[in-house]
C-alpha cells in the first residue's frame, strides 16, 4: 500500500507561483510514473504532469511552459512548481503513484486562483 499526501496548495493571485508537494510513503524510485493531476468543479480529472522513473516529463498543453514537475527520490517527494498561475487553474490537485500492480491517489489539495 502506498500512501500519498500532497501540501502546498492555497489562494494565490494571477501571475503568482505556488509549489506543491507530494510525500510519498515507499520508495518512488519503483514507481513506472508519478504524476500530478487536477480536477475543477463540474470538470473531468485531467493530466497535468508526469514524470517517468527513466526522469522523463510530459506537461498538459496548457501548462507547458508555466509548470514543472521534478522527483527526488531521496527524500520520495515529487514536486509542482507552478508559475504564471491563471485563475483557470483552479482545482484540486492530486499526486498519482503508478506501481507495477495498480495505481495510487492522494487526497488532493486546493489551489484557487484569484484576484
Known amino acids: 500500500q502506498v500512501q500519498l499526501v500532497e501540501s502546498g496548495g492555497g489562494l494565490v493571485q494571477p501571475g503568482g507561483s505556488l509549489r506543491l508537494s507530494c510525500a510519498a510513503s515507499t520508495s518512488i524510485s519503483g514507481a513506472y510514473v508519478m504524476g500530478w493531476y487536477r480536477q475543477a468543479p463540474g470538470k473531468q480529472r485531467e493530466m497535468v504532469a508526469v514524470?517517468?522513473?527513466?526522469?522523463?516529463?510530459n506537461y498538459a498543453g496548457s501548462v507547458k511552459g508555466r509548470f514543472t514537475i521534478n522527483r527526488d527520490n531521496a527524500k520520495n517527494t515529487v514536486y509542482l512548481q507552478m508559475n504564471s498561475l491563471k485563475p483557470e487553474d483552479t482545482a484540486v490537485y492530486y499526486c498519482?503513484?503508478?506501481?507495477?500492480?495498480?495505481?495510487?491517489w492522494g487526497q488532493g489539495t486546493q489551489v484557487t486562483v484569484s484576484s
Open positions: 514524470i517517468t522513473r527513466g526522469g522523463g516529463t
Open positions: 498519482n503513484y503508478v506501481g507495477s500492480n495498480r495505481d495510487y
